[in-house]
C-alpha cells in the first residue's frame, strides 16, 4: 500500500531523524529499533512497509534537509556515516517540502495546504496520505463559538482574524483533502468538535496527541503497579530538562502549560485520584537534543508504613520519537484502509494525552493495539 507521510515541522529535529531513519531502515542500513510495528505481535500485511512510504512536508524553515541532519550527527543525536549513505536521497527529497503557504484568510490557507496535499498525492500515486504535526509546541486554543459547529467554523474562517491554532487549520486541511492525520504534540491539532464532525463527513481517521517518549511512558508503567498493589500514592513530582528546539520552544509559557497539562493526566486517570506535586520543564541550551528527567514518588503501605521512590530518565527526545511517527504513520493508513473513520483510540499506546482512549495504562494500551492489528488480519483472511 503506497502511503505518503507528510511532516509538518519537515526540517525540524524529530521529522528529519524519522527521515533519516525511515531511508537507512529502507535500504537495510540499519535495524527498525524502536519501531513496535516490526515486533511479531504487530506485523501485518495490512501495515505499509518502509519501501511503500513516500515522504514530504511543510515548513517554515529553509533549512537544508542535509544541514539538518548533519547538525544532528554533530549533536549525537544520528551517526554521521549514515547520514552521509543517506544524504543523496534527502537531497532529493527538497522539492517534496513546501513552504507553510500564506494567505489573507484561514480559509485561503487551508485551501492551499489541502491543494499541496492532494497533488502530492496524485503525483505520487498514493493509496494513502497521513500528516504529522511534529512542529513547534503551541499554547492551547482559546475557545471560540466557532470550535463547537463545523457549519460556523467554515464561516469564521473566511474572516480576516485568525480562529484556529495553526496545528488545527493543518489538521482542517488535512480532513478536507481526505488524509489521515496525527497529531504528534500536545497542540489543539484535532481535539475541537467542529474537526471531529469534519472528520466523520470526510471519512477521515485521526490520533493524538502528544507522544509519549520518556517521563510519561514510565509513569504509564509504573502507575499501575501502585494501584494493583493497593500502594496509595502521595505525592508524584517530576523535573525535565530540556535541550534543542523544543526546549527553546517551551521556555514560551503557553507552550510550556500545555506540555506539562499533557503530562499531568496520565497518574490521575491510571490511580482514581490526583496525587499531590506537579511536572517542571526547564530549557537547558547545553544539552541539545538531550533529556534528563528526575521524579519522586512518596507512597504509603500496610498499616501507614512511608516509603519513597526516585528515578531519572536520560534520552535522546527526537531518536526516541521518531520511530514513533514512522509506527504511527504506518498503523494510521492502515486504520483508513481498514475503513476506519475519526479518532483511532487504539493508537493511545503512543500518546501522554489519548484521543478516544479508555485506559493510559501501557499494558491495557498495548492489548487495544495488538488486537486492533489482529483484526485487520482477520478481516483479510475473511475477503481471502
Not at 502528544?210 to 498493589?229: E, I, N
Not at 520552544?249 to 510550556?256: D, S, T, Y
Request: aromatic letters at 6%.
Amino acid at each position: 500500500m503506497r502511503t505518503g507521510m507528510w511532516l509538518v515541522g519537515a526540517r525540524g529535529s524529530v521529522a528529519v531523524t524519522s527521515l533519516v531513519g525511515a531511508l537507512a531502515v529502507r535500504d537495510g542500513l540499519a535495524e527498525p529499533t524502536g519501531c513496535v510495528t516490526e515486533l511479531p505481535a504487530l506485523r501485518s500485511p495490512a501495515v505499509p512497509t518502509f519501501a511503500d512510504l513516500v515522504f514530504g512536508g511543510h515548513d517554515i524553515s529553509v533549512l537544508r534537509l542535509v544541514k539538518k541532519a548533519e547538525a544532528l550527527a554533530a549533536g549525537g543525536v544520528l551517526p554521521l556515516p549514515l547520514v552521509e549513505l543517506v544524504a543523496g536521497e534527502l537531497a532529493e527529497m527538497e522539492t517534496q517540502v513546501l513552504t507553510v503557504p500564506t494567505g489573507p484568510t484561514q480559509h485561503d490557507v487551508a485551501d492551499r495546504v489541502a491543494a499541496d496535499l492532494t497533488a502530492f498525492r496524485d503525483a505520487h500515486r498514493l493509496d494513502e496520505l497521513v500528516v504529522v504535526n511534529v512542529s513547534s509546541t503551541e499554547a492551547l486554543a482559546t475557545p471560540h463559538p466557532a470550535h463547537a459547529d463545523l457549519t460556523a467554523l467554515r464561516a469564521a474562517l473566511q474572516r480576516p482574524d485568525p480562529v484556529l491554532p495553526n496545528s488545527s487549520l493543518f489538521a482542517y486541511a488535512a480532513f478536507t483533502a481526505g488524509c489521515g492525520y496525527v497529531e504528534f504534540t500536545p497542540s489543539t491539532g484535532p481535539r475541537l468538535p467542529a474537526l471531529a464532525e469534519l472528520a466523520e463527513q470526510a471519512g477521515a481517521v485521526y490520533a493524538g496527541c502528544d507522544g509519549k517518549t520518556g517521563q510519561t511512558l514510565l509513569k504509564s508503567v509504573l502507575a499501575p503497579m501502585f494501584a494493583m498493589r493497593h500502594l496509595q500514592v502521595q505525592s508524584w513530582s517530576g523535573i525535565n530538562l530540556l535541550g534543542g528546539g523544543d526546549g527553546a520552544n517551551l521556555v514560551e509559557p503557553g507552550a510550556n502549560a500545555a506540555k506539562v497539562a499533557s503530562k499531568q493526566r496520565v497518574l490521575a486517570e491510571i490511580l482514581g485520584y490526583q496525587p499531590e506535586g506537579h511536572n517542571r520543564i526547564d530549557y537547558v541550551a547545553d544539552i541539545g537534543d538531550l533529556k534528563t528527567a528526575w521524579d519522586l514518588v512518596t507512597f504509603s503501605g500496610f498499616l501507614g508504613t512511608r516509603m519513597r521512590m526516585e528515578f531519572s530518565w536520560h534520552g535522546c527526545d527526537s531518536a526516541l520519537a521518531a520511530p514513533l511517527v514512522l509506527d504511527l504513520v504506518r498503523l494510521t493508513a492502515a486504520a483508513h484502509a481498514a475503513g476506519g473513520r475519526g479518532p483511532v483510540p487504539e493508537l493511545g499506546f503512543f500518546f501522554k494525552d489519548p484521543l478516544g482512549s479508555g485506559s493510559h495504562a501501557l499494558a491495557d494500551q498495548w492489548e487495544q493495539l495488538r488486537r486492533l492489528v489482529a483484526g485487520w488480519g482477520d478481516a483479510d483472511a475473511g475477503v481471502a
